[in-house]
């Protein structure tokens, strides 16, 4: 059953702490993204990678830092440094080498920083 | 500045009827808009795809359009049911942009009553 896992769908952590999303995907795509929505927001890219061991900042990538080792993972890690840190958080992946292109989302990790 | 709206917050409508939702986009030149059903504490599920020389996508109960004069896209369900309730969200890639700049709309909430 191909797809994009997230984990864990709720997270909590203190002011101050980093913490890191997980990511990953079997559907065999180069390219995977990382979004944050806010209430009465559109989705907004943090980072994204078109290939393994390279990625690109994407709008609001200040306080977030990303790796990708392997092609079918790409962690998110939330640091201390971003100031407003509570969100949904949304992951996606799609084909590399074609103009028009699907993205493929996962079920999302909602982050509660307190 | 670059912007793309979708008319309303909120959509309410009667089961049957046909639904039409608005994305709207100044300052961008897409090559492609899509649209995405994104249900609530989920991640958004691609629909549709209509690239800028296409006026006409249809898929089941489905229509979207692409008017670049008018620089609008028009997304229809017919014979609306309870089932389609849920958040619509259009985006579009631009021409010469990476494959990360896909730009998402802030949604519009269709809410489909029996």
């Known amino acids: 059953d191909g797809g994009i896992t997230q984990s864990p769908k709720y997270l909590f952590r203190k002011e101050g702490q980093n913490v890191t999303l997980s990511c990953e995907q079997n559907l065999n795509h180069d390219a995977m993204y990382w979004y944050r929505q806010d209430p009465g927001q559109g989705l907004r890219l943090i980072y994204y990678s078109q290939i393994v061991n390279d990625f690109q900042k994407g709008d609001i990538a200040e306080g977030y830092s990303v790796s990708r080792e392997k092609k079918e993972s790409f962690p998110l890690t939330v640091t201390s440094a971003q100031k407003n840190p509570t969100a949904f958080y949304l992951c996606?992946?799609?084909?590399?080498?074609?103009?028009?292109?699907?993205?493929?989302f996962g079920p999302g990790t909602r982050l509660t920083v307190t | 500045s670059q912007k793309i709206e979708q008319n309303s917050e909120a959509l309410n409508i009667q089961e049957g009827k046909t639904a039409t939702l608005t994305c709207n986009y100044t300052n961008y030149s897409p090559a492609y808009l899509q649209w995405y059903r994104q249900d609530p504490g989920r991640g958004p599920v691609f629909l549709l795809l209509i690239r800028e020389n296409e006026k006409e996508k249809r898929k089941e109960r489905l229509k979207v359009t692409f008017d670049t004069t008018l620089k609008q896209s028009l997304f229809h369900i017919t014979a609306s049911q309870p089932a389609d309730s849920a958040t619509y969200l259009c985006?579009?890639?631009?021409?010469?942009?990476?494959?990360?700049?896909?730009?998402f709309g802030k949604g519009t909430k269709l809410s489909v009553k029996p």
């Open positions: 996606a992946s799609s084909t590399q080498g074609s103009l028009a292109y699907e993205q493929y």
């Open positions: 985006a579009l890639q631009n021409y010469g942009g990476s494959q990360g700049n896909l730009i």
